[in-house]
């Protein structure tokens, strides 16, 4: 039987999808194969830094009205598909359809963020 509880990582991993795993101040946790290829950057470079990294167009509409730093723990429901850019690590932007939702602990508490991306070009 299958583990989820070990096995996550290898799950999220074998996704075509960019994925990022984010907690609840922000900084990303976890990023698999499909986002590096995507962005250019490599997991050590994006992980432990805030996911603004990434400049998402997606996010400056919810800061200029006065929004948390996050739209996704803002809101506390799920983050519709929707098309936005990204900055990759080559300095040009990228067209990507992104999507996410807040994961919640055992009390129910938000724990986290997933976030996927997939490349509009």
Same mark, same amino acid.
């Given at each position: $039987?299958?583990?989820?509880?070990? !096995?996550?990582?290898? *799950?999220?991993?074998?996704?075509?999808?960019? @994925?990022? @795993?984010?907690?609840?101040?922000?900084?990303?946790?976890? *990023? !698999?194969?499909?986002?590096? *290829?995507?962005?250019?950057?490599?997991?050590?470079?994006?992980? +432990? !830094?805030?996911?603004?990294?990434? +400049?998402? &167009?997606?996010?400056?509409?919810?800061?200029?009205?006065? +929004? &948390?730093?996050? $739209?996704?723990?803002?809101?506390?429901?799920?983050?519709?598909? $929707?098309?936005?850019?990204?900055?990759?690590?080559? +300095?040009?932007?990228?067209? @990507?359809?992104?999507?996410? &939702? *807040?994961?919640?602990?055992?009390?129910?508490?938000?724990?986290?963020? @997933?976030?996927?991306?997939?490349?509009?070009?």
């Amino acid at each position: $039987m299958l583990d989820l509880s070990k !096995n996550w990582k290898n *799950v999220i991993d074998a996704l075509h999808s960019g @994925v990022m @795993v984010i907690d609840t101040g922000g900084a990303i946790r976890h *990023v !698999n194969p499909a986002l590096e *290829v995507l962005t250019g950057y490599r997991a050590g470079e994006l992980i +432990g !830094n805030p996911c603004t990294i990434l +400049g998402c &167009s997606g996010c400056e509409p919810w800061y200029q009205q006065g +929004g &948390s730093w996050c $739209m996704l723990f803002g809101s506390g429901k799920a983050l519709e598909p $929707m098309a936005c850019r990204i900055d990759s690590k080559w +300095g040009h932007p990228l067209k @990507v359809m992104r999507q996410g &939702s *807040v994961f919640r602990d055992s009390k129910g508490f938000p724990a986290g963020a @997933v976030e996927t991306l997939q490349t509009l070009d």
